[in-house]
Every structure is written in C-alpha cells, then in structure tokens.
C-alpha cells in the first residue's frame, strides 16, 4: 500500500503549535543559551583573534546518537522525503567532515524534552509532538499503522528515551561543532 505523508512545514499554524509546544517540553533553548553565555564567547574570541572577520555558519543539530539521531537513521525514507526536512544530525556532519579531514571541535549540549503525551492516544499534545518529532503533517492519523507503531516502539526505547517517575523523557542532546579556522 503506498502512502504520501505531508510535511509538517505546509501547515503554518500545527507547526507553530506543534514547535510552541516543543518549547514547552523541551530544555533545548536553555541549554543552548547556557551555551551561548558560558562556552561561545570563548570559542569566538580564539578563532577570531587578531582577524578583522570571522565567517561563521549555524546549522542547528541533534546530535547523532541522540533519539533525534536515532529516530531519523531508522525512519528516514519514510520521514524525511522532503527538501525542507532536518535529517542530518552533527554525526552526519562528523562523518563527512573526516572524510575530508577537516578538523574540528565537538561539543555536546544535554537536553531532554517530555514527550510522555505521545503515548496516548488522541491526545492533541501529544498528537503535537509527535507531529514535531516526525516532521509529519497529522502524523498520528495519517501514518500508516504500522510505521506509527513502531515510531513509538523506537521512542520509548531506551536508545532514544527513559523513563523517570512515569514520565517518558526524550534524549535531545545537541551538537555544536565549530571547524577549525584555515590557517
């Protein structure tokens, strides 16, 4: 049976419900300004000394081995199929950085998001979230049965999850890698 899943970025409004809600959830903004405050001044500072410029790209990841990373290596041909869609983790990167032996700082920044609300079903957060985690427009109901389940299967296991005090926390670590100037 074939099935077309539509991005969730054709739906302004359930993406920014779905993202607000993300936020909520989430400790990814305060981790990354925990970043931001405490490490990145230093970092510039170095790769900027004595420059009148530094060219700079930010590209905003999940880390690879965070359950973003192991949501999307599993589920990519049936979730990414979009030119818009985020699946490249800071693995990805990694990878395509060493083979071009491009040197580089690794940072990892700890963050969790509560997604126990995707586990019940007909729950408009958790429907929401599981919009945001998939990418997908109405994920819940559209998916086809079987790829839901075992979307679900994968974020509750403990390689992209675990469970504290009943609640289901998300592992959202984040990558930051910063590439060494050329010299």
Known sequence: MSYALRSLVEDDNR??????????CSSEH?????FIHAILPDILTSIGEGKANINVMGVGSGAGESGWGKLWRTFRTQLCSTESSQCVTTGDIKTYLDSKAVSYQSYELPSQMDITEC????????ELLLDFLTEVLNFSSTAPAELKASALELLRHP?????????VIFNNTLGVLVVDPLQ
């Open 15 to 24: 993406y920014l419900q779905s993202f607000q809600l993300f936020l909520e």
């Open 30 to 34: 305060q981790c990354m300004q925990d």
């Open 119 to 126: 586990f019940t079903e007909g729950d408009q957060r958790g």
């Open 159 to 167: 390689d992209c999850s675990r469970e504290v005090d009943g609640r």
